[in-house]
């Protein structure tokens, strides 16, 4: 059974810092390319990805709007897949979400991927 537990979400205050973990089972875990992603409150179905590591753990993506800010890390040996997020804004609010596939694309929905989890609510308000 195919399995992705994200933890660590919670609420801080902006400017703070928060880890997610994501532990994974079921798969074979270093074939995949991993991904965070996250969606914000309100209608619609589609995520917003905000880091991704490639099969090996070496190669990683970010867009603009998180770059210098989060770092992804994977560990193959663990099956784990770790967010650290720091100077967090409101706007990073959102449930985050890792998931996996095995190419690297610009994926728009969470069923686009192959497996994902159930979701971890970050809150970032003073």
């Known amino acids: 059974q195919v399995q992705l537990v994200e933890s660590g979400g919670g609420f801080v205050q902006p400017g703070g810092s928060l880890r997610l973990s994501c532990a994974a089972s079921?798969?074979?875990?270093?074939?995949?390319?991993l991904f965070w992603v996250r969606k914000a409150a309100g209608p619609g179905t589609g995520v917003e990805w905000v880091a991704a590591t490639n099969s090996g753990g070496g190669t990683t993506w970010y867009p603009d709007s998180v770059k210098g800010r989060f770092t992804i890390s994977k560990d193959n040996a663990k099956n784990t897949v770790d967010l650290q997020m720091n100077s967090l804004k409101p706007e990073d609010t959102a449930i985050y979400y890792c998931?996996?596939?095995?190419?690297?694309?610009?994926?728009?929905?969470?069923?686009?991927?192959?497996?994902w989890g159930q979701g971890t609510q970050v809150t970032v308000s003073s």
């Open positions: 079921g798969f074979t875990f270093s074939n995949y390319w």
């Open positions: 998931a996996a596939a095995l190419v690297f694309r610009n994926y728009e929905h969470l069923t686009d991927f192959k497996f």
